[in-house]
């Protein structure tokens, strides 16, 4: 599947009964074609999208190399593609599990007990402070390396040039996104629907002097220690 999306200047179709293709990640798009008196296609692609952004994803039926524990669906494409930026995805079975947003106070991190290979990465939003503070001590417990992110949120770290290639005109009057202000607030649109599509605006050089790109460097520093 990394080979195939790695080839941009060809169209490839593929024909199979197997889930693994399921993935908005690597696919445009996703057909289901059955046979009942006659044959029938239908476009499925949205169907998929929002499993996968549910937290469903074709890994849930592998064993996972590296579990990363963070805040929700729309952080999992952005997250999956820096790690395709450093070379991970190709590598390593790395299973994003979204935690819900308020809700990760309530998970079991016990189910998580007797591995090595979780990491967790969350916003700094400082409504749910107690929320966040509550799950980095259960973090803690359980010898889970918990980053709480710099910036109010993933999105915060999206360059205005990348936003604007996916929103023309937003955010006009200010030249730069506000560290720990929410996007939403700054801009007056809700971006995270779009997250891959501006992710992929951008390089790997956007973020390098962010504790977003130090954090994914220890993920990946640990990731091939642990698989030398």
């Not at 993935?23 to 999208?49: H, L």
């Not at 937003?170 to 801009?187: M, W």
Request: net charge negative; proline share 4%; charged share 25%.
């Amino acid at each position: 599947m990394n080979l195939i999306k790695s080839i941009e200047n060809r169209q490839f179709i593929l024909s199979t009964h197997s889930n693994i293709f399921l993935d908005p990640y690597v696919a445009d798009k996703i057909f289901y074609v059955e046979f009942d008196g006659c044959v029938k296609v239908k476009d499925e692609s949205t169907k998929s999208e929002m499993l996968y952004n549910l937290g469903y994803s074709v890994s849930d039926n592998l064993v996972s190399d590296m579990v990363l524990l963070t805040e929700g669906p729309t952080d999992v494409p952005v997250l999956r593609t820096i790690f395709d930026w450093m070379g991970l995805e190709d590598k390593y079975n790395i299973r994003i599990w979204p935690l819900g947003g308020d809700n990760m106070s309530q998970l079991d991190l016990s189910i998580f007990a007797e591995r090595n290979n979780v990491f967790a990465l969350i916003d700094s939003d400082p409504k749910s402070h107690k929320i966040r503070k509550q799950f980095q001590h259960n973090c803690a417990n359980y010898k889970i390396p918990c980053h709480k992110l710099e910036r109010y949120a993933i999105e915060n770290y999206f360059t205005l040039d990348a936003i604007r290639e996916v929103f023309p005109g937003v955010g006009d009057g200010i030249s730069k996104l506000e560290p720990i202000i929410k996007v939403e607030k700054q801009i007056g649109i809700n971006v995270k629907n779009n997250n891959l599509k501006i992710i992929k605006q951008m390089h790997i050089n956007d973020i390098i002097h962010t504790d977003l790109y130090n954090f994914c460097t220890k993920f990946k520093t640990y990731s091939e220690q642990r698989f030398s």
